[in-house]
């Protein structure tokens, strides 16, 4: 047995009674056996076996020193695995092997990282260069920062489009992307998928009216023609601002979206092409929408605190009845669309959906915050004060509870997972958890206070997360705009979309014509469409949809009111990795020479990065 310590000097096995001298570089310990490393005055890095660690294969510690010289984390490593592994030291063959992997695996993530650094580097320069070195990174190891990077360079590769691109027009609004090099060069970045679905196109062309209207108005002095011009101009601007949409709402599979106006009126679009699938007035105003996960119903909640459900493709009304003397904070299908949960106050009422019957009354001691449901309305989760509780709708026994913390206490929302397995929280303060529902413990916590590669912090109201229909993924849609894609069984975040460079979104001017666009350097380039309404993934799991919000400006005139337009927009994202490298080798030119093989991937054997590709 060895209890003080067996020691291996770059190849001398030795016995050392306790802690050598040496200042200490590594040591994390385990069970009764431990790693040490501590670093001799003469440059020296020895190795300690400490504790009751048994008999110790020679070949390890021999194996340890080889390693060591590769990789540095190794000590912790093999620490990791003496904690949570039933390891024999004795024969350590097994263990070689898995410091081996394990150490191969780090050096690929290092080389990863210094690739996807090197792309970023001539991004801007070499669309193309960074494009293929993006790839190769992903090759080694996939990881958040090579992503980002492909995903910013893609609209960059092959480009063909040297004078500018015209606008779209209809539902069609292209997003025109612009790269400035280092030597004054411009790069174009557009590709036929670059573009968002315009929602409401009659909206915007009310919108192109009123702008037009304002060429009405006499040049600004204070004359009476001109206050009695300006006056009539903004009531119908006012007019023009009470239909606007203020909120929307995905189906599940993201094939539906419901947007809200601030007349009354609810329409219901195809996420893909923008087609109007059904238009409904309602007599009072109008406070939250939500879409079955079939796409098949209309939820509608209304400041009196009536809620109403009906049919989309036929606008007939399967129930409305007021269910709250007071007006209700929101209203949701549970997974399987069977019931409805509508809150308000300090109550939740739970209704069918086949006759919009209140199957359950809940009373809580405290204002509610948030509620969902789960499958067969079997559990309520709910945010009271400060407190995320899991209740028995049957029963109306609490199963858990748990304190939120401070920063997410107060603007919180409660999304369930399909198959009710996990509980996201969504908090004001872009901290976000994930939790079991069966005990409520933290599967995975997430915060993103700034997006990759911002220079600055914008901010946007919060949204529910959403998960994919088997839970593995859940997505969260961030104050800065972006949206962050996370596996929930690797623990990892895999993607974070969010449009970068963005010269200008071409809103229709005229759905007769088209315009064109030329960049200049002095244009400063945005991040981000708009802010984030909605969001959901594609029913083939493979794509997210997000809806935004943006503030578009109508025509400046000298002396003349300018009127600001509010659009709804869709845009659909990959979220494969794999599927953008396969998207990229599609329209590039060619591969790494061997030159710059060797530059950037040493003596790696050269191999065609896209092997698709001259």
Not at 10 to 30: E, H, I, N, Y
Not at 539 to 548: E, I, N, P, Q, T
Request: glycine share 8%; net charge negative; charged share 20%.
């Amino acid at each position: 047995m060895i209890l003080a310590g067996l020691t291996l000097l770059f190849g001398t096995l030795m016995l050392a009674q306790g802690p050598l001298p040496g200042k200490p570089s590594t040591q994390v310990s385990g069970g009764n056996c431990s790693v040490n490393t501590v670093s001799s005055g003469a440059g020296q890095v020895i190795i300690q076996m400490l504790g009751s660690c048994g008999n110790v294969d020679p070949q390890l510690l021999a194996e340890l020193k080889k390693l060591l010289k590769l990789y540095p984390q190794t000590i912790e490593n093999l620490n990791t695995l003496l904690r949570e592994k039933n390891v024999n030291l004795e024969h350590a063959d097994s263990v070689i092997r898995d410091l081996e992997v394990e150490a191969e695996h780090q050096r690929a993530i290092a080389q990863a990282r210094q690739l996807a650094s090197e792309a970023e580097f001539v991004r801007e320069d070499q669309p193309e260069l960074s494009a293929l070195l993006a790839i190769e990174s992903i090759h080694h190891a996939p990881l958040m920062e090579n992503d980002y990077v492909l995903r910013r360079v893609f609209p960059f590769v092959r480009d063909a489009h040297p004078k500018g691109i015209s606008a779209g027009t209809g539902t069609s609004v292209p997003i025109f992307k612009v790269n400035y090099s280092s030597d004054g060069g411009v790069y174009f970045g557009f590709e036929p998928s670059n573009r968002a679905v315009l929602l409401d196109p009659e909206l915007r062309m009310q919108f192109l009216q009123l702008d037009q209207h304002a060429t009405s108005v006499p040049p600004a002095d204070s004359s009476k023609a001109y206050l009695e011009a300006l006056k009539a101009f903004n009531a119908e601007f006012l007019s023009f601002q009470k239909h606007l949409p203020f909120a929307v709402a995905f189906s599940s599979d993201g094939k539906y979206i419901a947007a809200a106006y601030r007349d009354g009126i609810v329409r219901v679009f195809e996420s893909a092409d923008g087609e109007r699938v059904g238009s409904f007035a309602n007599p009072t105003p109008v406070q939250t929408v939500a879409v079955s996960s079939n796409g098949r119903f209309l939820l509608t909640t209304f400041a009196d605190g009536t809620i109403q459900m009906q049919e989309i493709s036929t606008g007939k009304i399967r129930f409305r009845r007021k269910v709250a003397s007071e007006s209700l904070s929101m209203a949701g299908f549970s997974p399987d669309d069977l019931f409805v949960a509508a809150y308000g106050g300090k109550s939740v009422q739970i209704l069918s959906t086949g006759d919009g019957d209140v199957v359950q009354h809940l009373t809580f001691n405290d204002e509610l915050r948030a509620a969902a449901l789960s499958l067969g309305a079997k559990e309520l989760s709910v945010v009271t004060g400060t407190t995320v509780r899991v209740v028995s709708v049957a029963t109306m026994q609490e199963r858990w509870h748990s304190p939120l913390s401070d920063d997410a206490c107060c603007f919180v929302k409660l999304s369930m997972s399909p198959d009710s397995r996990f509980l996201a929280l969504t908090g004001q303060s872009s901290r976000d958890q994930v939790l079991d529902m069966k005990d409520g413990r933290i599967v995975f916590e997430f915060a993103r206070f700034r997006r990759t590669g911002a220079t600055a912090a914008v901010f946007s109201q919060r949204q529910p997360a959403v998960f994919t229909p088997d839970g593995r993924y859940v997505a969260f849609a961030n104050r800065d705009n972006s949206v962050s894609v996370v596996d929930l069984v690797t623990g990892s975040e895999i993607c974070n979309l969010i449009d970068d460079d963005i010269y200008k979104i071409m809103l229709p001017i005229e759905f007769t014509g088209a315009y064109v666009v030329k960049p200049d350097q002095s244009h400063p380039l945005n991040r981000g469409i708009g802010n984030v309404l909605g969001i959901s993934f594609g029913s083939d799991r493979k794509s997210l949809v997000a809806a935004y919000g943006l503030w578009a400006e109508g025509t400046k005139r000298e002396g003349k009111p300018s009127p600001t337009d509010y659009e709804l927009l869709v845009k659909r994202y990959e979220i494969s990795t794999e599927e953008i490298v396969s998207d990229t080798c599609a329209r590039i030119s060619r591969n790494l020479s061997e030159s710059e093989w060797k530059q950037y991937l040493g003596d790696e054997p050269y191999k065609k990065t896209c092997p698709t590709v001259p």
